[in-house]
């Protein structure tokens, strides 16, 4: 059973940073891409970024040069590290798993910013 648990979310500034973690169990951690999707209230869920098996990432415009997103193997984990917080990073953040052709979802942690 493939199951996502991410941690990490809550509120913050303007211009703050938060950490989320997602700890995964029941896949081969080391060979699955791993990344990060959110979801405001009444928008659809988008990519923030994603990082592969190898390493390479990838951003969404809206995030580049404020958010890093790194994977540690040994702990079956990936973060996501979130600086320079703006209002409109506010939303529900998803991890997701993509292992052995489909999509895993974790149940999601609140990330809200004040102005």
């Known amino acids: 059973q493939v199951q996502l648990v991410e941690s990490g979310g809550g509120l913050v500034q303007a211009g703050g940073s938060l950490r989320l973690s997602c700890a995964g169990s029941g896949i081969i951690f080391s060979s699955t891409g791993m990344g990060w999707y959110r979801q405001a209230p009444g928008k659809q869920r988008k990519l923030v970024a994603f990082i592969s098996v190898g390493g390479f990432t990838l951003y969404a415009d809206s995030v580049k040069d404020r958010f890093t997103i790194s994977r540690d193997n040994a702990k079956n984990t990936v973060y996501l590290q979130m600086n320079s917080l703006k209002p409109e990073d506010t939303a529900v953040y998803y991890c997701?798993?993509?292992?052995?052709?489909?999509?895993?979802w974790g149940q999601g942690t609140q990330v809200t910013v004040s102005s």
């Open positions: 997701n798993a993509k292992f052995l052709g489909f999509d895993y």
